[in-house]
């Protein structure tokens, strides 16, 4: 059964009866009748088409939104579209409109999209490294073709990224370029990436690799070109960022290029430059690995473990001041000033206090190390090898390995463009070399890691050596990457899992580690009870392969059931992460920002 009815004077009227707080949105916070007789708004016509339901109610709303949006005088609305299952209704939202919404390409057609900020207010600016001087002259014929954009276009100096230019260029933020293809050999294509929407609109590292998961049917274009930019990134920047913007030069993310590039080759082997693009991303990961990860002062040399260690100075320009306020609230006691007057005073250099150097030191690492914040990381996480980390690097050296002997006959020579610094060109890699280094770092993360009496992996305090005693969703990464024994195995699910685990699924952290909340301890976003889909989809992963699949079924079912809830019940509301303890409101987060998803007015359109 299907209806025509008058776009505006429907939703209108919709909005007047049941969007009672006058939010925008229809919820189960709205105190309407929860029926509506849409069949009034049908051409003049009086025809019986009631909508009923919180659920129906906003649907109707997206859609008449939607058509409104498009121009649309009137619009035809099904039944069955206000019917829909809400888990069908979320998966073809996400397939076939919030991936577009969310993809971006830097390039003249895409450019004025891909550039603002919505955290730093500035013009639009782009910075090009000094290896691809064909970009600089692209964006630079943008620039004059259109003064009205008031781009500007800037080199990175040669010699490499210091703490100091960093911080030099922090009141000029920009975009980093990233990897081109050429449509024709005069016309230069930004290669398609994925932003995670709201605040963040540029390339992240891990957010990106677990969106490509969800993209692999529909959006293969898209996951190739997150390869490729990955790649040019570590060719260029030394690393994967943590995103491509210029106060992010200093600091990588959890690393899994090999991860990504060896899914997408599965998906992809059919087509002719699938091998070529797994062979420049193996090599890439191995350069990254190499330089970044396994050097100092990441690499702790008394352990053998690797840290978060970023480069940088002073406070993170893209944080919101009122994030770090309970930071500098006893400096600026100190010196009379106001918050913010201290701060800026702090990163100017008008003040030096050798205590908040080493704080952001840490901080640094904690955004590095991706969850941040988190108190299991606040002041510590430069010092922490932590179990993530390390079980990434396990990952990296065992997917080398395996790619080498699977997919390069047993051995990968290494070309100029991505030797390590200092190493020769047409280095010829064996598989061997990598078990080798797999094998060191499985025995490593038990000696440090592992907490027999707990049950679980703890992070290991390079500083203090010794173990910590903070509970968190990543002591579930060794079973993700393979290197628990099936006794560890055992003890994780009845140890470390049971403590974490809540109605909503997995919480980052337990709420005794955690500890009690106050204003000069104030909840952090990676710190129970907050959940996110990271941490949800590893446990899923090394739940089955040590064969714990009702485990799994069960954490998988309380997470996939409080987001469709939490979709069905809020209006089509998807959001960056999920109080798990809380199944009414499930998107309600009172931690630093907030939460993400939720700017929108009608329908979502990323998600």
């Known amino acids: 059964m299907s209806i025509c009815v008058n776009t505006d004077e429907a939703m209108r009227h919709l909005l007047q009866c049941e969007d009672t707080d006058n939010d925008g949105l229809i919820t189960i916070d709205d105190q309407g009748p929860k ?27 997206q859609e008449l939104f939607l058509a409104q949006k498009c121009g649309h005088a009137t619009v035809d609305i099904r039944r069955a579209q206000l019917e829909e299952d809400p888990v069908h209704r979320l998966a073809r939202l996400i397939k076939t409109s919030w991936w577009d919404h969310l993809t971006r390409r830097i390039d003249k057609d895409g450019i004025e999209r891909a550039a603002p900020d919505p955290k730093m207010k500035s013009s639009p600016r782009i910075y090009i490294p000094p290896g691809v001087p064909e970009q600089h002259a692209y964006y630079m014929a943008i620039a004059k073709e259109r003064p009205d954009m008031q781009l500007d276009v800037q080199w990175l100096p040669r010699g490499g990224i210091t703490a100091e230019y960093i911080k030099s260029i922090n009141n000029q933020p920009g975009l980093l370029a990233l990897e081109m293809e050429r449509e024709n050999p005069d016309q230069l294509k930004g290669c398609p990436f994925i932003v995670p929407g709201g605040h963040f609109n540029e390339l992240y590292n891990w957010d990106s690799c677990f969106c490509a998961l969800g993209m692999f049917d529909t959006h293969m274009h898209v996951v190739k070109g997150i390869v490729r930019n990955f790649i040019f990134e570590v060719k260029h920047y030394g690393k994967i960022l943590n995103a491509n913007r210029s106060y992010y030069l200093g600091r990588a993310q959890p690393p899994l290029l090999t991860w990504l590039a060896l899914k997408t080759y599965d998906e992809t082997k059919h087509e002719p430059d ?38 940088g100075m002073g406070s993170p320009p893209e944080s919101l001041l009122q994030c770090l306020a309970y930071v500098f609230v006893p400096y600026a006691e100190k010196y009379g000033m106001s918050v913010e007057q201290v701060s800026a005073a702090y990163n100017n250099g008008s003040i030096t206090e050798p205590d908040l150097d080493v704080f952001f030191d840490h901080d640094r690492a904690v955004r590095e190390n991706g969850h941040d914040t988190s108190n299991r990381l606040e002041g510590l996480c430069a010092d922490l090898a932590t179990v993530d980390l390390n079980c990434l690097l396990y990952k990296i050296e065992e997917d080398i390995a ?20 200092g190493e020769k060109s047409n280095t010829v890699e064996s598989p061997e070399v990598w078990r080798k280094r797999a094998e060191r770092r499985k025995c490593l993360i038990d000696k440090y890691c592992w907490n027999e009496q707990e049950g679980t992996y703890f992070d290991y305090n390079t500083a203090t050596r010794r173990q910590t005693t903070f509970d968190s969703a990543t002591c579930l990464w060794p079973l993700w990457c393979g290197i628990a024994s099936t006794h560890q195995a055992a003890r994780l699910v009845k140890g470390g899992m049971s403590r974490l685990e809540c109605e909503g699924g997995l919480a980052s952290t337990s709420e005794q580690t955690r500890g009690t909340v106050t204003a000069t301890n104030p909840q952090k976003q990676w710190d129970y009870p907050q959940g996110w889909a990271p941490h949800q989809i590893l446990a899923w992963d090394g739940l089955r392969r040590y064969n714990y699949h009702d485990e799994c079924s069960r954490l998988c079912y309380r997470w996939l059931h409080m987001m469709t809830e939490c979709f069905r019940n809020w209006n089509g509301t998807v959001c960056e992460k999920y109080n798990v303890t809380n199944p009414e409101r499930p998107h309600v987060v009172d931690a630093e920002y907030g939460n993400q998803g939720l700017d929108f007015k009608y329908a979502p359109q990323e998600g």
């Open 35 to 61: 029926n509506f007789p849409l069949g009034k708004y049908s051409n003049g016509k009086d025809t019986e088409f009631s909508v009923q339901g919180v659920y129906q109610l906003s649907c109707l709303l």
């Open 402 to 421: 395996a790619a080498t002997q699977e997919h390069f006959g047993g051995s990968l020579t290494v070309p100029a463009d991505f030797c390590a610094l």
């Open 274 to 311: 699938a091998l070529d693009l797994l062979r420049s991303a193996i090599l890439a990961a191995r350069k990254e690995y190499l330089e970044w990860w396994t050097s100092v002062p990441r690499l702790d040399e008394v352990s053998g473990l690797s840290r978060y260690r970023p480069i």
